[in-house]
């Protein structure tokens, strides 16, 4: 898809300093840095009725406004009692929820996700799904896409939305400043958050207030594309209720037990609070006994250390309790995993050819899941952890570019 544009785009909003009014983002871990995950998820067995309960209540990874995620308000399931109700219902009857979101089709991470979130707005009792994935052209040029516009309980004009969900891992050193959001990489070294940060506020959600942009979207709303009325700067247009913005996820800190806590890598700036919160590890093979060692050495009884290894697309919703398994278990699959294997030898001179690095890959850590969770117990029981072979990452996105 080609990200070339022409000039009748707004001028893309910057991506927000230091001082903008953000929404008090940590500068330190909190002492509670992933802790308390499974939440309103467990009351649900099915597993997608489990991802969309985890997607209602899972923060975005940055505070970035005025973009935000739909209120739960607007979707109608503000209420506890009937979000509980709406869930429930779709678990005793999930076909359609089957129907729309096959995970065996749609393995893909993004687009599972994205699917989620089109079936949220298509059936919760307060929205409805207006139109999606909207292909933005300039003649035979691709623009770009909009993901979704919906309309709100109580709104009589669309919102734009854009999703993604995204796993980063932490550098400890560069590239940018100990809080740049460049530190922060996929596991597969393809993005870092800066990248996907500045595509989401300089490219996605301008687009839809561009001249091409607003006559796409009132085409497919069935409005006269001739009464456009042209944004102005980052505003929306009269027609148009606002922009929405929903990034979820996880980050994921580098183990550094020798390091002191002042001196390890902070939060990126403007991080989510309850990302943070929630925020997991990552730590490189060889030293995956040694940091399950020291959650086995901080914990308030003998309840063992338990785990498993987490698949695509299922990253969002915390496993079953029955799923998990002995940590000296994933111990050896992932000393299996990633152990050194030559590859064909090479025809012209004969020397073995090493095989591509592992992929890093996600676990699942907890502790005690056999009994209900107190107060006590909470405070050391679940963790996310990426798990990354020795030497990781082997490249590092480069920061993108400033907007001229």
């Not at 059936?123 to 909009?146: C, D, F, Q, V, Y």
């Not at 070294?189 to 561009?210: E, F, M, N, W, Y």
């Not at 919703?317 to 278990?329: C, D, F, K, N, Y």
Request: glycine share 8%; with cysteine.
């Amino acid at each position: 898809m080609s990200e070339r544009y022409t000039g009748d785009m707004p001028n893309p909003p910057p991506i927000p300093d230091n001082d903008a009014p953000l929404q008090a983002p940590p500068t330190r871990w909190p002492k509670t840095a992933g802790q308390t995950l499974r939440g309103e998820c467990e009351r649900y067995t099915h597993p997608r009725v489990r991802d969309i309960a985890w997607l209602l209540s899972a923060p975005d990874l940055l505070t970035l406004l005025p973009y935000q995620r739909p209120a739960l308000e607007a979707l109608g399931l503000g209420d506890v009692i009937a979000r509980h109700r709406w869930l429930s219902e779709l678990e005793q009857a999930p076909e359609a929820l089957e129907s729309a979101v096959d995970e065996r089709r749609h393995h893909r991470l993004g687009l599972y996700h994205e699917l989620l979130w089109r079936f949220v707005l298509a059936h919760a009792p307060g929205s409805r799904l207006l139109a999606h994935n909207l292909r933005i052209m300039e003649g035979k040029i691709t623009l770009g896409e909009l993901d979704m516009l919906y309309l709100a309980a109580g709104d009589t004009t669309p919102t734009h939305l854009e999703v993604a969900i995204k796993f980063y891992l932490g550098l400890p050193q560069g590239p940018g400043p100990a809080d740049g959001l460049e530190r922060w990489i996929g596991p597969g070294g393809a993005d870092s958050l800066a990248i996907k940060t500045r595509r989401s506020l300089a490219h996605q959600l301008p687009l839809a207030l561009s001249e091409r942009g607003q006559q796409t979207i009132r085409q497919a709303l069935g409005l006269p594309v001739s009464d456009a009325a042209e944004a102005t700067g980052d505003s929306a247009p009269g027609w148009l209720a606002g922009q929405c913005l929903a990034m979820p996820g996880g980050l994921f800190r580098p183990w550094q037990p020798e390091t002191p806590a002042d001196e390890q890598l902070p939060p990126p700036r403007h991080c989510h609070p309850s990302s943070a919160a929630q925020a997991g590890w990552w730590v490189p093979v060889s030293q995956f006994a040694a940091f399950c060692q020291s959650l086995d050495s901080t914990a308030m009884d003998t309840a063992p250390l338990l785990g498993c290894l987490r698949e695509k697309p299922a990253w969002l919703a915390p496993p079953p309790v029955q799923s998990l398994t002995g940590w000296r278990e994933l111990q050896l699959w992932l000393e299996d995993y990633f152990a050194p294997s030559d590859g064909e030898a090479n025809p012209p001179t004969g020397t073995p050819r090493q095989a591509p690095p592992q992929h890093p890959r996600q676990l699942w850590l907890e502790r005690a899941p056999h009994r209900p969770l107190d107060s006590r117990h909470e405070a050391s029981s679940q963790w996310r952890v990426f798990v990354v072979p020795d030497g990781w990452p082997h490249f590092i996105p480069l920061p993108p570019a400033s907007p001229t």
